[in-house]
């Protein structure tokens, strides 16, 4: 069985302790995502320092994560393998409360949110709702110059 290497958060207030795990099968409406870079916000401190309450634990933090597309749920059909993509905080949201119907799904009932309430980005693999993923372009768009008229 293929396996990945995690930070993981056993207990707040306790350092990240790095672990093997089996590599994650994306079940439908997941794609599963080797991360290339995964940055640190405050909110990942929050979780770790144990001001966030009832994260996911054991849990792997980190939320602003980027990676390529490493293998399918068996329904996604709208990424390539090897796609570049980015994973938000808001890993999923319910779509049916009324926040979710009313455009505000920041504010949905029952969130999932990455690297608190699902594992996250410090690993070399993550598991993300397709859905929420959007694909990234490293290229900087050309800068067109033209002069004053
Ligand atoms: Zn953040
Ligand atoms: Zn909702």
């Keep these: 069985m293929p396996t990945m290497r995690a930070m993981v958060l056993d207990r707040p207030k306790t350092p990240l302790v790095l672990r093997e795990r089996p590599v994650p099968q994306p079940a439908a409406g997941q794609v599963l995502i080797a991360v290339e870079a995964c940055g640190v916000c405050r909110t990942d401190l929050h979780v770790v320092d144990g001001e966030l309450p009832d994260p996911k634990l054991p849990v792997v933090p980190g939320h602003e994560i980027v990676g390529r597309v490493a293998a399918l749920g068996p329904d996604v059909r709208s990424f390539a393998l090897g796609a570049r993509v980015g994973v938000p905080w808001l890993g999923e949201a319910c779509g049916v409360c009324p926040y979710c119907r009313s455009g505000r799904e920041n504010l949905c009932d029952a969130p999932v949110f990455t690297g608190y ?33």
């Excluded at 699902?118 to 050309?142: E, I, Q, V």
Aim: net charge positive; charged share 25%; hydrophobic share 20%.
């Design 117 to 149: 309430t699902r594992d996250g980005g410090y690993a070399t693999h993550t598991l993300a709702a397709h859905s929420r993923c959007p694909k990234t372009s490293m290229r900087p768009k050309p800068r067109r110059c033209s002069a004053p008229a």
